[in-house]
C-alpha cells in the first residue's frame, strides 16, 4: 500500500509496536494473522490518508519502476508484468487483490481485515480485476502476451 521505501519501514515499526501494546487485548475472536493484519491495514490506510493519497480512483498515478524482464524466462516475465500492473492499482484495491488472489484469503477474512462490508470488498475486487486488465492491455500488446 505504501511505495516509499522509508515510510513502509517506518510503518513496519508503527505495526509492530500496536501488535506489542494491545496483544493483551487479543480475544481469540479471529486468527492472530487476521488480528495483525486488520491493525495493519488500518496503520496504512491512515497513514495514506495523513498524506493525502489518493486510495481509490482514475487518478492514481504510481508508476513503478521497470526491471529487466527481457533477461527472464517468459514465466517470468509474464509475473514481471502481472505484478507491475498490480503495483499501478491504488492502494485499496491492490490490498484486496494481494489478499484475495496471492493470500488466498476468504471475502469474509477480507472484510475482517479492511472492516469493509461483503458487498464493498466484492466491488473493490472485481474493479481491481478490470483495472488490472486495462493496464495491461495498455502496456502490452495482447499478441505478445
Known amino acids: 500500500m505504501v511505495f516509499r521505501a522509508e515510510d513502509r519501514k517506518d510503518l513496519v ?3 509492530y509496536l500496536k501488535v506489542f501494546r494491545h496483544l493483551g487485548g487479543f480475544r481469540f475472536d479471529a486468527k492472530l494473522s487476521t ?5 495493519a491495514y488500518h496503520t496504512c490506510i491512515n497513514f495514506l490518508e495523513k498524506k493525502k493519497i489518493l486510495l481509490t480512483g482514475e487518478n492514481y498515478e504510481h508508476i513503478p519502476e521497470t526491471g529487466a524482464a527481457e533477461q527472464s524466462l517468459q514465466g517470468k516475465e509474464l509475473s514481471g508484468i502481472i505484478n507491475a500492473a ?3 492499482l491504488p492502494p485499496v484495491y491492490k490490498t484486496i487483490f494481494v489478499l484475495f488472489h496471492k493470500e488466498e484469503l476468504s471475502i469474509s477474512e477480507i472484510c475482517n481485515i479492511t472492516s469493509m462490508p461483503e458487498g464493498t ?3 473493490h475486487l472485481f474493479r481491481a480485476r478490470k483495472q488490472l486488465k486495462q493496464i495491461i492491455l495498455l502496456r502490452h500488446k495482447k499478441d505478445s502476451l
Open 121 to 123: 470488498v466484492k466491488s
Open 35 to 39: 488480528w495483525i493484519a486488520n491493525i
Open 86 to 88: 498490480i503495483d499501478e
Open 13 to 15: 515499526q508503527d505495526i
